[in-house]
């Protein structure tokens, strides 16, 4: 699987397309020390996987640091709504895996997203990274995904980017709800 360095990658476009940007932003009442202490915790993986509308599960595939870079792959399963066109292009797709990479000292990564169907067609990903500011910690991910898949890739890019967006809104709110309840007990 290729790393991705910094979004807007050419290799991440697909042939005849250029990607779709996405945007997503969500202040963190932790830093981030804090928070990659919580990225495995299985507890905070069933808490997100519970309480978030669209994850039907949540699990950690692989989990190693090196150094001053950290290795998480997670498995998402996905219950979304698709349009009509969508769904009968893509059928139930409904999982995928994220791979983070994430480097400790500078609090900056990179992700990518591996469609469990069609990864030839669907490219994702993007960079993440956290800055403090005003006592919060802001997690900021910036990305793109190109999808080709003739009539319809830009209606599926546009819906991946929707919800891609959302979702990520919720899982990050999520997580930083369970750990400020499970620090308020420690």
């Known amino acids: 699987m290729k790393r ?3 979004f ?7 042939k005849g397309g250029h990607a779709m940007q996405f945007r997503s932003s969500f202040a963190f009442d932790h830093s981030p020390e804090v928070i990659r202490d919580y990225l495995t915790d299985p507890e905070a993986i069933a808490y997100i996987a519970k309480n978030h509308p669209e994850i039907s599960s949540l699990e950690v595939v692989r989990f190693h640091q090196e150094g001053e870079k950290v290795f998480l792959d997670l498995k998402y399963a996905m219950n979304v709504p698709m349009p009509g066109p969508v769904k009968k ?13 994430l480097d400790t000292k500078t609090n900056q990564g990179t992700m ?23 006592g919060k910690w802001i997690q ?3 990305g793109d995904v190109s999808v080709s898949i ?7 890019e546009k819906f991946f980017v929707d919800n891609f967006q959302r979702s990520f809104e919720v ?8 750990i400020t309840r499970a620090r308020s007990k420690a």
Not at 96 to 101: G, N, P, R, S
């Open 4 to 6: 991705c360095d910094n």
């Open 8 to 14: 807007h990658r050419p290799d991440r476009t697909l």
């Open 89 to 101: 292009v893509l059928g139930d797709l409904n999982s995928f895996v994220v791979e983070l990479i």
């Open 112 to 134: 990518e997203f591996t469609p469990a169907r069609m990864a030839g067609k669907v490219k994702a990903g993007g960079r993440v990274r956290f800055e403090e500011k005003g």
């Open 140 to 142: 900021n991910l910036d």
């Open 150 to 156: 003739f009539g319809v890739g830009k209606l599926i």
């Open 171 to 178: 899982e990050s709110r999520l997580r930083n709800e369970y």
